[in-house]
């Protein structure tokens, strides 16, 4: 079946830092890659999305890549703050089906330390 | 303007309890989803509306599992006869069509 794998799954960095974090698919029909990042008892919340005609794309300090050859995509976040710290996840998508779930990896908590 | 809200945010239920669980989307999304989320995991998917109309109903662990949404906005997850394996936090998600999902704060849920 459809499965997302995510990769490291703790990741701790200095405040100004770049962290990177990684993810694998498997369902090659998948055509939308969204990343949320979830605090503490809270939801996750949508921080940048990317379709798969499209390689890379940047919001301030988050950007997103795509590899559909190898069924990659990665999230960058540049200087880092301590407010980034949270857990983040990867999520893929197939547009073409009936249903619009989303396929979740098991997440990367990233510490940013002051 | 308002987000997708749940209630209640935490439920205790003795096993063999039957529970319910509410989800209020963003007004105007005609896509409904369920996730249950375990301690240190990703959300699963469990169930998707579009309108009234229950779509896919894939990722429902058991028949102990129902969920709802009559009028084709708030919609109702039930368990019945709730296990301790049910313990988790069960996410609701409201989207346009084939639009980005938007999350609510989620239900705790512990079954004792």
């Known amino acids: 079946g459809e499965n997302v794998e995510q990769h490291p799954s703790t990741l701790s960095v200095q405040e100004g830092d770049s962290a990177v974090i990684k993810c694998t698919y498997s369902?090659?029909?998948?055509?939308?890659f969204p990343w949320y990042k979830q605090e503490l008892g809270k939801g996750p919340q949508l921080i940048i999305d990317?379709?798969?005609?499209?390689g890379e794309k940047k919001d301030q300090r988050i950007a997103v890549t795509l590899n559909k050859t190898a069924k990659h995509f990665s999230l960058h976040i540049t200087e880092t703050q301590p407010e980034d710290s949270a857990v983040y996840f990867c999520?893929?998508?197939?547009?073409?089906?009936?249903?619009?779930?989303?396929?979740f990896g098991t997440g990367t908590l990233l510490a940013v330390q002051p | 303007g308002a987000g997708v809200s749940q209630s209640p945010r935490y439920k205790v239920a003795k096993r063999g309890q039957d529970v319910a669980l509410r989800c209020d989307p963003i007004?105007?999304?005609?896509?409904l989803f369920w996730y249950q989320q375990a301690l240190g995991q990703g959300p699963e998917f469990l169930t998707y509306?579009?309108?009234?109309?229950?779509?896919?109903k894939s990722g429902l662990p058991s028949d102990r599992f129902f969920a709802e949404r009559p009028e084709g906005s708030v919609s109702t997850l039930k368990i019945q006869r709730t296990q301790q394996e049910d313990s988790a936090v069960y996410l609701c998600?409201?989207?346009?069509?084939?639009?980005?999902?938007?999350f609510g704060p989620g239900t705790r849920l512990t079954v004792t």
């Open positions: 998600a409201s989207s346009l069509a084939r639009g980005e999902q938007y």
């Open positions: 369902d090659s029909a998948s055509n939308y």
């Open positions: 990317i379709r798969s005609n499209v």
């Open positions: 999520a893929a998508r197939w547009d073409g089906g009936a249903t619009n779930k989303l396929i």
């Open positions: 007004s105007g999304h005609v896509s």
């Open positions: 509306f579009q309108n009234e109309a229950q779509l896919d």
